[in-house]
């Protein structure tokens, strides 16, 4: 496969500790969550994961990217899809322009996914960022034409892993969770409310999401050392 977008020169990616500290007490929990989902995945290898929370400021994409660099770390062909049209943080992170993406392959059907899709510096790893954001958000994630998207980018990787909006107030959220083939769901320290835990739970349940765990995430390592974060997964 070609890719019409090049490779990017190496940057010091804010937030991917997985990049600056690889072998740091929180690269290892996001190996601990690849495994895990690996083990669900024994039956059947699973293509698609929608990443979300309850809220904003969970943490949500930056534990779908970490996760995605653990996969491609792994040998799995990684596409790292930014599916939130509101917020999109996805290429922030990455510290690429938000050019065409996936709302541009949406709107034009002349596009390619080869066209819109941009190669990182970490091996087997590719990004799809949002794009323009459009005034349609819902519309487009539940049209036709996003499902057969996400059949045709999951026909190209191992593995496609979507940053969706929070699961509460948007519906975009909940569509993907129900087409996705597991969801991971954070949940933030300190923040998150025992009601909107609640609603999630009734919202997975009645999309018939496959929830695969949660990460509970900015959880202090120790009184000395507040600025680290641990993640866990928790089987439902």
């Known amino acids: 496969m070609v890719f019409g977008r090049k490779k990017r ?3 010091n990616y804010k937030g991917l500790i997985t990049l600056a500290s690889p072998g740091s007490l929180i690269s290892e929990q996001f190996t601990t969550l690849r495994t895990n989902i690996e083990f ?8 698609s994961l929608v990443v979300t929370s309850s809220m904003p400021d969970a943490g949500k994409s930056t534990v779908a990217a970490n996760l995605a660099i653990t996969f491609a770390r792994q040998g799995y062909r990684v ?8 917020r999109p943080s996805v290429h922030k992170a990455f510290q ?13 059907p002349e596009l390619t996914v080869e066209e819109c899709v941009l190669e990182t510096d970490i ?6 960022t949002c794009g323009p954001i459009p005034p ?5 994630i539940g049209s036709n034409r996003m499902k057969e998207l996400q059949d045709k980018l999951t026909s190209k990787y191992d593995l496609v892993i979507f940053d969706t909006p929070p699961l509460l107030g948007f519906g975009d959220a909940q569509i993907m969770a129900g087409r996705a083939e597991g969801t991971i769901f954070v949940v933030r320290h300190g923040v998150a409310k025992k009601e909107n ?3 999630a739970h009734e919202i997975f ?3 018939n999401a496959n929830v695969l765990g949660a990460v509970y995430n900015q959880v202090p390592t120790s009184e000395q050392d507040n600025s680290y974060y641990y993640y866990y997964t928790e089987e439902n």
């Open 9 to 11: 020169t190496k940057k």
């Open 40 to 47: 669900a995945m024994v039956d059947k290898k699973y293509k």
């Open 79 to 86: 596409l790292l899809a930014e599916a939130d049209f509101r």
């Open 96 to 108: 690429v322009v938000n050019g065409i993406g996936m709302t541009s392959l949406l709107s034009n």
């Open 123 to 128: 091996h087997n790893l590719h990004l799809m």
């Open 136 to 140: 349609n958000p819902a519309e487009l």
């Open 197 to 199: 835990m609640l609603k």
């Open 205 to 207: 349940q009645r999309v």
